[in-house]
């Protein structure tokens, strides 16, 4: 069984838990969306202070060969350009630098030769490795430009003075010669940190924006949904009602009359001997219904049977379960009911007919009724074991001239009592 059938199973009947599933996944939605978009925000944010850092290095980088060609070039005999910084012309080229890059936030450049060898360094313990396995620079001496964020537990910025916890941008920059060969590769170092703050509050900004829009988005539909839910439960338990219910009595029909019985039947088996209490049974049956009908009309029968239905509510304790067996009989069980209480409430529902007639197309008709009562037995395997006994108890009545109670105890007893 796959996840779809799994929650149409526990969503098809019940409007309720469609609305919980709706809102869990809303809120994965919400938690979802946020998340990924905030880490969205922060690659833009992040992506254009690089972008900018770049730029700023690359353009740095090129007026910084314009200055310093003089000391960074040399020509030797029969060889084209190529880095010249060695010896003597290291010191004025650092001066020169550090007071050119004084106004920026440049805490560390490095010059690479094609060999990847460091031939200038802020940090002079640098110069002479080779970082032949850097891949960015790699990129930087094919002639592209490579810039990256990194955060930094601890760094030197130009004046030697230590930085900790910074943000630098490092952008991997190509040295072109004049003749447009590249020669070698800038790193430089600039130090970003003072976006970070900016960059947190832009991230923290767009992504509550972006939770509201979802909440507010959401919470219209859940609302919208809700009612919709409302409404179909309402329409689910008038359809229910609709199922249950006989609609010419307005008490429960037979089906629903079975259900509710078997239910009573179990329990009372389910019961220890010593504390079991029986199930009575009255099955009545309304006397000459055929005549009323015939000679009434159909309309009086109905408002007949309507009228035996509410008197008979009327007599009954508010658990007892009442149902229409079908046509004009009716079937009364009483839970822990024995014989002979559930002969005084047949008695008194017998008495409740004869008492006053009823109202049917204007007219006052006296109607009678034949009742049979039985209580459920040791030997009886179901219900409908029961309502059969109250079904054969109830011709009895009949047989013997209607308009009375007739008894049977258990199969094996027919004695009749009216």
Not at 257 to 285: K, T
Not at 344 to 350: E, G
Request: hydrophobic share 40%; with cysteine; proline share 3%.
């Amino acid at each position: 069984m796959n996840l779809y059938q799994l929650l149409n199973i526990k969503t098809q009947n019940d409007p309720d838990s469609l609305l919980r599933l709706l809102t869990i996944v809303a809120l994965i939605s919400i938690i979802t969306v946020v998340t990924l978009g905030s880490y969205g925000f922060y690659q833009v944010f992040s992506g254009f202070v690089i972008k900018s850092a770049e730029v700023d290095s690359v353009q740095l980088c090129r007026v910084l060969i314009n200055e310093q060609k003089d000391l960074m070039f040399v020509t030797p005999p029969g060889k084209k350009v190529e880095i010249g910084l060695h010896g003597t012309e290291i010191l004025p080229f650092d001066n020169r630098l550090r007071a050119f890059l004084a106004p920026f936030n440049i805490i560390k450049v490095k010059i690479y030769n094609p060999a990847k060898q460091i031939v200038y360094s802020t940090d002079p313990t640098l110069i002479g490795k080779v970082d032949s396995n850097n891949r960015r620079l790699a990129h930087a001496l094919s002639g592209a430009v490579d810039a990256k964020l990194v955060t930094k537990d601890k760094a030197s910025d130009l004046a030697d003075e230590t930085l900790r916890d910074v943000d630098v941008v490092e952008t991997y920059v190509p040295i072109v010669s004049s003749d447009s060969r590249i020669v070698g590769s800038f790193e430089i170092y600039m130090n970003v940190t003072q976006y970070r703050a900016q960059i947190s509050h832009g991230v923290r900004l767009a992504t509550s924006l972006l939770g509201l829009v979802m909440v507010v988005v959401f919470g219209f539909s859940y609302v919208l949904i809700r009612g919709g839910t409302d409404r179909l439960k309402a329409a689910q338990s008038q359809l229910n009602i609709i199922a249950i219910t006989d609609s010419l009595t307005g008490i429960p029909n037979r089906g629903q009359l079975m259900l509710r019985g078997e239910e009573e039947f179990e329990r009372i088996q389910r019961a220890h001997n010593g504390q079991r209490m029986p199930l009575g049974c009255i099955m009545l049956d309304i006397d000459h219904f055929k005549q009323v009908n015939d000679t009434k009309g159909h309309l009086a029968g109905d408002q007949i049977l309507h009228g035996v239905a509410q008197r008979l509510k009327s007599c009954l304790r508010p658990y007892d379960l009442i149902g229409r067996y079908g046509g004009e009989e009716f079937v009364i069980l009483l839970p822990d009911t024995a014989l002979e209480h559930s002969l005084l409430v047949a008695n008194r529902l017998l008495e409740r007919m004869r008492r006053e007639p009823f109202e049917a197309v204007g007219l006052q008709l006296s109607i009678t009724a034949s009742l049979g009562v039985t209580i459920s037995s040791e030997t009886d395997s179901s219900l409908a074991d029961i309502i059969k006994r109250a079904d054969e108890a109830m011709y009895k009545a009949k047989k013997s001239g209607r308009d009375r109670v007739a008894w049977m105890y258990d199969p094996f007893d027919a004695e009749i009592h009216s």
